[in-house]
């Protein structure tokens, strides 16, 4: 899933009220703005647009033609939280925003790699090869 997609594969998201998702991912989808509120960060934008570094907190095939510090584009006012079993990599915009999820054969971007030119080429060009 990209974006909402990724956001679907959730247990429950807290956009517009609490919502069920489909459950493949545990966690929840949560408000940046409320997040960055209480964690004291004034001056970031929401929603959350424009390019963002990867860093990696698993060793996954889907990044096996990247590096970490490599951009992606973000597009977002929500995210992914309480979900550091499934997580493969994040960006920092103030908070932790998580980047990319998997449980077995189930992926998600929270970023869109169709957006984000050769290393988002690089990332569909691995998914296809898992």
């Known amino acids: ?26 966690g929840i989808i949560a408000s940046i703005d409320e997040d960055l509120e ?10 959350h647009i424009g ?4 860093s990696f907190t698993a060793n996954e095939p889907l990044f096996k033609y990247i590096k970490e510090g490599d951009c992606v584009y973000y597009v977002h006012s929500f995210y992914g939280k309480d979900c550091d079993e ?5 960006s920092e915009y103030g908070i932790k925003i998580t980047g990319a999820v998997r ?17 988002g080429l690089n990332i ?3 998914f296809l090869e898992v």
Request: a neutral charge; charged letters at 20%.
């Open 51 to 54: 390019w963002n570094a990867l």
């Open 103 to 119: 449980n077995g054969k189930v992926y998600g971007t929270q970023f869109h790699p169709e957006k984000s030119g050769e290393v």
């Open 1 to 26: 899933g990209i974006c909402l997609g990724m956001q679907l594969l959730f247990e429950e998201s807290h956009e517009y009220g609490v919502h069920k998702g489909l459950g493949l991912v545990k």
């Open 124 to 126: 569909l060009r691995a």
């Open 86 to 90: 499934s997580t493969i990599a994040s």
């Open 38 to 47: 209480a964690a004291g960060i004034e001056g970031l934008k929401v929603p």
